[in-house]
């Protein structure tokens, strides 16, 4: 969906480097996500925020840090990036709380190597 | 913590046979979501089941809820090639606002 836009979508890095992905919507959502997606691991919840002051962890956070910048923009940091981090990032915004019924709407994705 | 599996992980079928993927919960769900990701693209939503026992068609998938909110299942009728693809289950428990997606079942269909 060109209304959720990601940046990089591909970038290569090496192990110890500090790498921010970011997530531009144009929706009007006020909830957005970060997930990652591995092999055979689905996608896994590694941040959400459901306001610009109201942010929260998910399922692996560690290693990771986020910002909302605004209520249209959400970035991902890695800190210190680790090999075991190289996989295909995910950013989704909802309308609504999803608990009430309203559908993820995913970015294109970000392929990060971490060498 | 709260666990969604899904099985088959892959199934290859010919065009013009069924498919169907499961999807159980190891906690009872407030409801879920089903999204399909094509080869090199991004998760797109499907369709969102919230009660108990509950039965929803788009055409020729049937998506079902079970009775105990702990698994759900979709299929498809008489598969194409452009049902290829990864289908994958995001279910929510009650008083949380973040879904748990399933390991999804890849779908190939043979020509």
């Known amino acids: 969906d060109a209304d959720v836009t990601q940046t990089p979508r591909n970038r290569i890095t090496k192990t110890g480097k500090r790498i921010m992905l970011e997530c531009s919507q144009t929706?009007?959502?006020?909830?957005m996500y970060w997930y990652r997606q591995d092999p055979g691991l689905g996608l896994r919840l590694i941040y959400y925020?459901?306001?610009?002051?109201?942010?929260n962890k998910g399922e692996i956070s560690d290693g990771y840090s986020v910002s909302r910048q605004a209520q249209a923009k959400f970035s991902l940091s890695l800190e210190s990036a680790i090999p075991n981090q190289t996989a295909l990032y995910f950013c989704?915004?909802?309308?609504?709380?999803?608990?009430?019924?309203?559908?993820?709407?995913f970015g294109p994705g970000t392929r990060l190597t971490v060498l | 913590g709260q666990q969604v599996m899904q099985i088959p992980q892959y199934q290859h079928v010919q065009e013009g046979e069924d498919f169907t993927t499961y999807c159980n919960s190891s906690?009872?769900?407030?409801?879920i979501q089903w999204y399909k990701q094509r080869p090199g693209g991004h998760p797109v939503f499907l369709i969102q089941?919230?009660?108990?026992?509950e039965v929803k068609k788009q055409k020729r998938l049937t998506f079902q809820f079970g009775e105990a909110k702990k698994n759900s299942s979709l299929h498809i009728t008489a598969t194409q090639t452009t049902d290829v693809g990864t289908y994958f289950c995001?279910?929510?428990?009650?008083?949380?606002?973040?879904?748990?997606f399933g390991t999804g079942t890849r779908l190939k269909v043979l020509a």
């Open positions: 995001a279910g929510a428990t009650s008083g949380t606002y973040k879904y748990i």
């Open positions: 929706k009007g959502h006020d909830r």
């Open positions: 906690t009872t769900l407030s409801n």
């Open positions: 089941l919230v009660k108990s026992g």
């Open positions: 925020s459901f306001d610009v002051k109201d942010i």
């Open positions: 989704a915004t909802s309308r609504d709380s999803p608990y009430r019924g309203n559908e993820q709407f």
